[in-house]
């Protein structure tokens, strides 16, 4: 971890007050929330994009980049995230997974209305979540994303096939949306907002001349299971003790596209792939036993 972190880990908490937390389980969300320094998020963005004019199109879509690059760690790792989460997760945190969602100008991409752990093969009643870290400024505009209040106390229908080109599997909710009821989660650079993993959340395309860069972490307690009957997967743990053993842990890189590192992460997407596509049929079947 950089000595500037360090630092502000040393300085500066940011675990949420009780009014926040209140209105995270009352709402399933809160934005916006300080995280990076507007000189950070700056340091990452020019980073993010000296790689990619070196090397193209990050690999599985930017999915857990902090696998392989140590400077995308520093950001799952920040303690101005982790105080966040931990007061909403408890002190012992792992992070699942990362993703970068990009949006360039007219490039036409937008999310539709879905729940984030349908198809993550974890136990749905758990208390899993996503940090948004806004790399650049998140608006109305460039396509920020807009969640619906209160839609994170149970699991709907999903259908496959939308139009959406930013989900692996083009799901959307099966069910009746009021777009009226949308909060669009406005950030400036070095903001984030949380998401509770049932909330439906969504986003419109880039209508702006400028860029849109999030990078979104996947955070939840050690205690959470991986549904029966799937691959074993990996996680990082980023905060406390992990003394349930239900994933393998991952191990930092040493260096910005380490080999083995890269290895793992090759590893690491495959069985996120294979999850993904057999948590179908679980989503399916949880769907039918609630019917």
Same mark, same amino acid.
């Not at 908490?13 to 009014?19: I, Q, R």
């Not at 994933?247 to 690491?268: I, M, N, Q, T």
């Given at each position: 971890?950089?000595?500037?972190?360090?630092?502000?880990?040393?300085?500066?908490?940011?675990?949420?007050?009780?009014?926040?937390?209140?209105?995270?389980?009352?709402?399933?969300?809160?934005?916006?929330?300080? /995280?990076?320094?507007?000189? =950070?998020?700056?340091?990452?963005?020019?980073?993010? #994009?000296?790689? &990619? %004019? *070196?090397?193209?199109?990050?690999?599985?879509?930017?999915?857990?980049?902090?696998?392989?690059?140590?400077?995308?760690?520093?950001?799952?790792?920040?303690?101005?995230?982790?105080d966040?989460?931990?007061?909403?997760?408890?002190?012992?945190?792992?992070?699942?997974?990362s993703?970068?969602?990009?949006?360039?100008?007219?490039?036409?991409?937008?999310?539709?209305?879905?729940?984030?752990?349908?198809?993550?093969?974890?136990?749905?009643?758990?208390?899993?979540?996503?940090?948004?870290?806004?790399?650049t400024?998140?608006?109305?505009?460039?396509?920020?994303?807009?969640?619906?209040?209160?839609?994170?106390?149970?699991?709907?229908?999903?259908?496959?096939? /939308?139009?959406s080109?930013? =989900?692996?599997?083009?799901?959307?909710?099966?069910? #009746?949306?009021? &777009? %009226? *009821?949308?909060?669009?989660?406005?950030?400036?650079?070095?903001?984030?907002?949380l998401?509770?993993?049932?909330?439906?959340?969504?986003?419109?395309?880039?209508?702006?001349?400028?860029?849109?860069?999030g990078?979104?972490?996947?955070?939840?307690?050690?205690?959470?299971?991986?549904?029966?009957?799937?691959?074993?997967?990996?996680?990082?743990?980023?905060?406390?003790?992990?003394r349930?053993?239900?994933?393998?842990?991952?191990?930092?890189?040493?260096?910005?596209?380490?080999?083995?590192?890269?290895?793992?992460?090759?590893?690491?997407?495959?069985?996120?792939?294979?999850?993904?596509?057999?948590s179908?049929?679980?989503?399916?079947?949880?769907?039918? /036993?609630?019917?």
């Amino acid at each position: 971890m950089s000595a500037q972190i360090q630092s502000q880990q040393k300085t500066t908490d940011h675990h949420l007050s009780s009014a926040e937390l209140a209105r995270y389980q009352s709402e399933g969300f809160l934005a916006p929330l300080p /995280a990076l320094s507007p000189e =950070l998020a700056a340091e990452t963005l020019s980073k993010i #994009e000296a790689y &990619e %004019k *070196q090397h193209g199109d990050f690999p599985s879509k930017g999915l857990k980049a902090h696998l392989y690059l140590p400077w995308m760690e520093n950001v799952v790792r920040h303690p101005a995230i982790l105080d966040a989460v931990e007061s909403i997760v408890g002190p012992d945190i792992l992070c699942w997974s990362s993703r970068f969602f990009i949006k360039d100008p007219g490039d036409g991409g937008f999310v539709s209305w879905h729940q984030d752990v349908t198809y993550w093969g974890l136990d749905v009643s758990e208390n899993i979540l996503t940090a948004w870290i806004a790399l650049t400024p998140a608006t109305r505009e460039n396509g920020v994303m807009k969640v619906i209040p209160g839609t994170h106390h149970k699991v709907v229908q999903h259908r496959e096939g /939308a139009a959406s080109n930013m =989900l692996l599997r083009g799901q959307e909710v099966a069910v #009746e949306v009021d &777009e %009226k *009821q949308a909060v669009y989660m406005e950030l400036a650079a070095g903001e984030m907002s949380l998401h509770h993993g049932l909330m439906f959340h969504g986003s419109e395309d880039n209508r702006s001349q400028t860029r849109r860069v999030g990078f979104a972490v996947r955070y939840m307690p050690t205690r959470v299971k991986a549904l029966d009957g799937l691959p074993r997967d990996s996680v990082m743990l980023v905060r406390g003790v992990d003394r349930y053993n239900h994933f393998d842990l991952e191990p930092s890189a040493g260096y910005d596209l380490e080999p083995a590192a890269v290895e793992r992460h090759r590893k690491a997407t495959a069985t996120y792939a294979q999850i993904n596509r057999e948590s179908v049929e679980k989503h399916l079947a949880l769907m039918a /036993a609630q019917q």
